[in-house]
């Protein structure tokens, strides 16, 4: 659907666009040769999507030839840095349609609002307007095809990757917009050597941004390392981390923790087991039967445990509270340390919730994973025992479970439970998982 709506829009550029100048072609070569070097130091921003300063060339030359050169520009510059790195067929054809249908449905969008070619003069209000409407547009339609795919290739809400595409590089975008009449300013008033001058200390700073990303994949990496050092002690926890921090990230944004907060909230839930890693609690992890009284004492200091491993690195420092309190029960009954109410930081509570809720979303050996329906009203019942009575209340209103239910479905399937071991106690009747005696929930 996208390759066809590039043809078609460029199709109806080349028809019914503005006739292109000598200069503009010109302009055109330069900005493609810009592109295809800001492709080329692009940089992986996660498993399936990929980030670059290409939008700095495509939308310098749509404010200097808002025509067919554009859209050429833009085909050369995509088709020469896929055929560089090699992508498969089908990834790069959308990667070239992508690009070209954001280009010319975002020069349609500044020629329908009486946008015109660069003069070199000050900017109308009009003229401004039109700018402001095609760079955003641009980024909009790049964002909605690539979320599209990528939500319908991992099984997800298009509309929830979309949003959380824009949000995470809104402020970024926004600072661009600028820098993108600057570039093209440059270019009609010096030419092509001020501008080449002004473009490669942009790559230069571009490549060092490049490889902090990296850096940060790299921690991130080392991070998911460690946790899944962790369950392979115990299979039932397989995946159990990464399902919490999911989880935690939505209830986290349910309540108001926004932006970096919850993002902080998703990797202390993700790091919220990490004391079983000691030896000791490898056995009793393993262990089939009841546990003893002196073993569960043992299972009870692994959010100390945890919380010290944790402040061991400086970058983790906020998230000791959440490891450490993150088995308190908001009536007091919990441990280690047998807080109640606010006294529980609110990043522990989010991640008690999350972390229950993972529990009884998925199967156990004396029953399978309980129904949405179920989960709905264990929650219910635990409000203001196990866990924040406005937490509960903010997550159950209907579009905030609508979502969390959502997220369950997917991440289950992802990160599904790879064996049989359950907790569960020799000689208890199959139970609710929060139905228990209140010091052992959720051990």
Known sequence: MVAVGAVLTSAAMVILGPTPTVEHWVAGGFFAAFGILAYAMGYATSRTTTGSIGFLPFLSIAVIAPN?????????????????????????????????????????????????????GPLSFTEGFAFFAMVATWFVVNKLAVSTVVAV?????????????????????????????????????????????????????????????????????????????????????SGHSQRVA????????????????????????LL???????????????????????????????PARGASLVEKVSHFADLVPAVMSHHEAWDGRGYPHGLAGDAIPQTARVIA????????S???????????DIVYAEIVKESG????????????????????????????????????????????????VVAVEPSKRNL
């Open 272 to 302: 919220h087991d990490v004391g079983k890693i000691y030896g000791e609690f490898a056995p009793i992890l393993r262990k089939p039967g009841r546990l003893t009284d002196a073993e569960y004492e043992v299972m009870k200091t692994h």
């Open 153 to 237: 290739s991992d099984g997800r809400d298009t509309r929830e990757h979309w949003i959380s595409s824009m949000r995470l590089s809104a402020a970024y975008d926004v600072l661009s917009f600028p820098l993108i009449y600057f570039f093209a300013l440059t270019y009609f008033k010096f030419g092509i050597g001020v501008t080449s001058v002004l473009a490669l200390p942009m790559l230069g700073i571009r490549q060092l941004f490049k490889q902090n990303v990296a850096l940060q994949k790299i921690n991130e990496e080392l991070l998911q390392l460690m946790v899944a050092t962790v369950e392979a002690q115990d299979p039932y926890t």
């Open 68 to 120: 067919i050169v554009s859209v050429a520009t833009v085909f050369v510059s995509i088709v020469t840095t896929e055929l560089m790195v090699r992508r498969a067929p089908l990834k790069a054809a959308f990667n070239v349609s992508q690009f070209v249908f954001a280009e010319v449905v975002a020069i349609s969008v500044f020629l329908f609002l009486d946008g015109a070619p660069m003069t070199g």
């Open 246 to 269: 999911r989880y935690a990230r939505i209830i986290a944004r349910t309540v108001g923790i926004g932006g970096r907060g919850a993002e902080r909230v998703a990797v202390a839930a």
């Open 362 to 372: 998925t199967s156990r050996p004396y029953r399978d994973a309980l129904s949405a």
């Open 353 to 360: 919730l999350a972390d229950t809720i993972d529990a009884m």
């Open 385 to 432: 025992r196990q866990f924040d009575p406005r937490m509960c209340t903010a997550l159950l209103r209907p579009e905030s479970w609508r979502e969390l239910v959502s997220e369950i479905a997917i991440a289950t399937r992802e990160y599904p439970v790879a064996a049989d071991r359950s907790g569960h106690k020799e000689g208890e009747p199959p139970r609710s």
